[in-house]
């Protein structure tokens, strides 16, 4: 053979894809709303690229709408935090003793696996009754939180819920309630902390806010929750169960956490001299 043929045929069997290589492209071209590839762990919903950004765009706007929408800000969440975000957080996890203990022992915080009549008899002003008095005083249950679908990797997904089940110890270690105002102060503090971005777009629920409350967030949370967030350590890390029984004013030490004004009492007062005013105006 002509070394120009030989030249030609060298060259045809490399840009030849392999056997392999054609099995591989048409899995990932086969992979479509009819044609999924089977789930990565229960309850895995793999989707396209196309279904990943309509989930993103879709359930920001549902949740713009309604902050109430728990489900829709769950999967905001877990539509935008892939591919970079969630990973970043997982190794932040992997590079911690304790966040690699959490991410071998795999804990959940449910009403199962943390009994609220035991916390409940904690210590006062420790860790544990601290958290089941916050729930007790918004009404909320650690049961509530939404199951990871939309996150593709197995261990990734496992953060994610982590991070989700862990959003009430946040709560009750800053004190701030669950109505839209307390939300938006601790997403605020979620993402100066965390870097997801759910926490982040969640902030443009400020445009729903009332001219006052827009104020007092600009002013006063928004300035505590980017300073504590990003000066305390890694929260994802706190193995919450060892620390039920440690007084909630040492562990905020411990982390860099000072608590922000008492939401609930500032709206108090404001109401209370709101109608001063109003009895005396009418007088």
């Given at each position: ?64 709408l309604n902050p109430r929408r ?214």
């Amino acid at each position: 053979m002509p070394r120009r043929q030989k030249d030609l045929a060298l060259l045809q069997s490399i840009l030849r894809p392999t056997s392999s290589s054609c099995s591989r492209q048409s899995s990932i071209r086969d992979f479509s709303v009819l044609n999924r590839p089977p789930p990565n762990y229960p309850g895995h919903v793999p989707l396209t690229f196309i279904e990943r950004s309509a989930l993103a765009v879709g359930s920001a706007v549902a949740s713009l709408l309604n902050p109430r929408r728990a489900d829709m800000i769950a999967a905001l969440g877990e539509a935008t935090a892939q591919p970079f975000f969630i990973t970043k957080l997982r190794n932040r996890m992997l590079a911690s003793p304790t966040g690699r203990r959490i991410l071998r022992d795999r804990p959940r915080i449910t009403s199962k696996t943390m009994s609220l009549e035991h916390l409940r008899k904690l210590p006062e002003n420790s860790v544990g009754r601290t958290y089941a008095a916050w729930l007790d005083r918004e009404g909320v249950s650690p049961d509530t939180r939404d199951w990871v679908r939309y996150i593709d990797d197995e261990e990734e997904a496992y953060v994610m819920q982590r991070y989700r089940e862990c959003h009430d110890f946040y709560h009750a270690l800053t004190g701030l309630p669950i109505f839209v105002e307390g939300e938006i102060g601790l997403k605020a503090f979620e993402f100066a902390n965390t870097g997801l971005p759910m926490t982040a777009l969640s902030l443009v629920a400020i445009v729903k806010l009332k001219p006052q409350e827009r104020q007092r967030m600009f002013n006063t949370y928004l300035p505590w929750a980017f300073s504590n967030g990003l000066g305390s350590v890694d929260l994802i890390n706190i193995y919450w169960e060892e620390e039920l029984e440690t007084d909630v004013d040492d562990l905020r030490a411990r982390l860099g956490i000072e608590p922000p004004p008492d939401l609930r009492e500032t709206r108090k007062k404001l109401r209370e001299a709101q109608k001063r005013a109003s009895k005396d105006k009418k007088t």
